[in-house]
């Protein structure tokens, strides 16, 4: 029983000694006030993004998970950009079909016509 209860006051002071120097701030005094973290856009305005580009991207952590709105932004920035890229494939396979379709005529309008024979 006696062992039992300085066990219980040994916690108790441990505890309290820990409280103490997480409120007071320790030696260093109290956490400096931070910032929030805010998102840093790494896809390049300069250049089409790229898979390093999205693998790269990292949004800072809130209390709830991640700001919407910079998820929102590098979404949107993203299906911009293969929406771009869709439409300029759709134009190009659309031209290759077309020459593909176009049937190769015989260049008959450079040959000399050839003399009719009088009798």
Do not use: C, W
Request: no cysteine; net charge negative; aromatic share 4%.
């Amino acid at each position: 029983m006696v062992m039992f209860l300085f066990l219980v006051v040994a916690l108790a002071v441990v505890v309290a000694a820990v409280t103490l120097s997480v409120v007071s701030g320790g030696e260093s005094g109290p956490l400096p006030e931070v910032a929030p973290e805010r998102f840093q856009d790494p896809l390049p305005p300069d250049r089409p993004v790229n898979r390093a580009d999205v693998e790269s991207i990292r949004f800072p952590l809130v209390p709830r998970g991640y700001r919407m709105a910079d998820v929102d932004d590098a979404l949107s920035r993203l299906g911009a950009e293969l929406a771009e890229r869709d439409a300029r494939i759709n134009d190009l396979e659309s031209a290759l079909a077309g020459a593909q379709a176009a049937p190769h005529a015989p260049h008959t309008s450079l040959d000399k016509p050839e003399p009719e024979d009088r009798p």
